[in-house]
């Protein structure tokens, strides 16, 4: 009798200090989560909300369509065969993408990959910049860049997506961003150059005297890590240019695929690719993640997991659906917020593992990224 009643005791006093979450603790917590300007990382999730073909699902599609129509080797033929039976087995295309070694092969790959998603981007480039078509995420950035200090105006943001939806949308809003490049037709990689494209002169007054002096325009440091639809390899530089659809022989295409594969290509362009994001993640306390599902285990490197797990720095994620990863992350991620959809309609689920279980708005739909705007930003 007496072990029954501790065990119970034990359980009543667990009960008692697991605390439940409510509407309004949550949304002080993610209010107060933008007192600070966070790193902010989106990915997939922002552009199939503008359209589904930006997925995983289409392009898997494309390239079994394409990839057949070339003159392949039996070896080439082997490899594509057991990637589209990983592919049966339910195996998700980035770990399918493992079966391919073949380097000729993988620039098919690359190379299609590229003409499916600039196929997409074409489709909704013009009502992005028109207005017609809406950005989900802009209104959330341009509320981000307007909290900038005055003495710290770049807001951190990184992107493994190749297309330009964001850069179409950043460009609509009048929201002055660089993605390192600077330069005309062919532009060069030098973060430092083309910051000094965002500054403007200014006069301050000092005593009676009215002196000029150079400052720094509010602005996005957009990192395009694992390469863009319009980023190549060009005479040994890394250049940005629009002007090669399909480049030619002696242009190499820098983006990289999903696999293994692609971690081999991200240390031959490290510097290029990631030296800055990787200053970046270090310098930062907080993170945002928009539409990431935690696939890429090359971006949520051991940085970003010793800040959110051991150093418990605070970080939202917003996205449609949660996954395995994500479940595994907020069990150890203490000050990690999750929004999500709910799996059986429109409506938002919000976790943190600091409490007992979900939290359900039945009314709320802000896993969508401009009604979480407008409902916690406030804008």
């Known amino acids: ?66 990839i057949p129509k070339f003159d392949l080797t039996p070896d080439q033929a082997l490899e594509w065969a057991n990637l589209v039976e990983a592919l049966v087995l339910n195996s998700d295309f980035e770990s399918a993408m493992n079966a391919v070694q073949d380097i000729d092969l993988l620039n098919r790959i690359i190379e299609k990959t590229a003409e499916h998603v600039s196929n997409t981007d074409k489709k909704s480039a013009f009502g992005i910049l028109n207005g017609d078509i809406p950005w989900p995420a802009i209104n959330m950035f341009k509320r981000l860049v307007e909290k900038l200090p005055e003495n710290n105006k770049q807001l951190h943001v990184a ?19 660089t993605t390192g490049f600077w330069g005309g037709v062919l532009r060069c990689l030098d973060w430092a150059q083309a910051e000094r494209q965002l500054t403007y002169a200014a006069e301050v007054v000092s005593g009676k005297k009215k002196q000029r002096t150079t400052r720094y325009l509010k602005h996005i440091r957009l990192y395009k890590v694992h390469g863009s639809l319009n980023t190549f390899q060009f005479n040994n530089q890394v250049v940005e240019t629009d002007i090669w659809q ?8 820098l983006m990289i695929t999903p696999g293994t594969s692609k971690h081999q290509k991200l240390h031959d362009y490290r510097d290029a690719l990631l030296g800055e994001f990787d200053k970046a993640i270090k310098k930062s306390s907080s993170f945002l993640f ?60 919000i976790f943190n593992s600091q409490y007992d279980d979900w939290l359900v708005l039945p009314d709320k739909e802000i896993w969508q990224f401009d009604k979480f705007t407008t409902e916690i930003m406030g804008g």
Not at 14 to 37: G, P, R, S
Not at 315 to 336: F, H, P, Y
């Open 290 to 349: 928009l539409g990431f599902g935690f696939n890429d285990t090359q971006l949520v490197n051991n940085a970003i997991s010793e800040k959110l797990i051991n150093q418990k720095s605070p970080a939202i994620i917003i996205t449609r659906s949660t996954n395995e990863r994500i479940d595994t992350l907020l069990k150890d991620s203490k000050n990690t917020w999750m929004v999500c959809k709910n799996d059986v309609n429109n409506s938002t689920r």
């Open 159 to 177: 992107t493994p997506n190749y297309d330009l939806l964001a850069e179409y949308a950043f460009a609509r809003a009048k929201i002055p961003y």
């Open 246 to 253: 399909k480049p030619p022989d002696v242009v190499n295409r």
């Open 1 to 66: 009798m007496y072990r029954f009643s501790a065990v119970m005791f034990k359980v009543l006093l667990f009960k008692k200090d697991v605390m439940k979450l409510t509407k309004e603790i949550a949304y002080q917590a993610l209010q107060d989560f933008f007192n600070q300007i966070p790193f902010v990382l989106f990915a997939t999730g922002t552009s199939c909300a503008v359209d589904l073909d930006f997925g995983m699902t289409s392009l898997e599609r494309y390239l079994k369509d394409e």
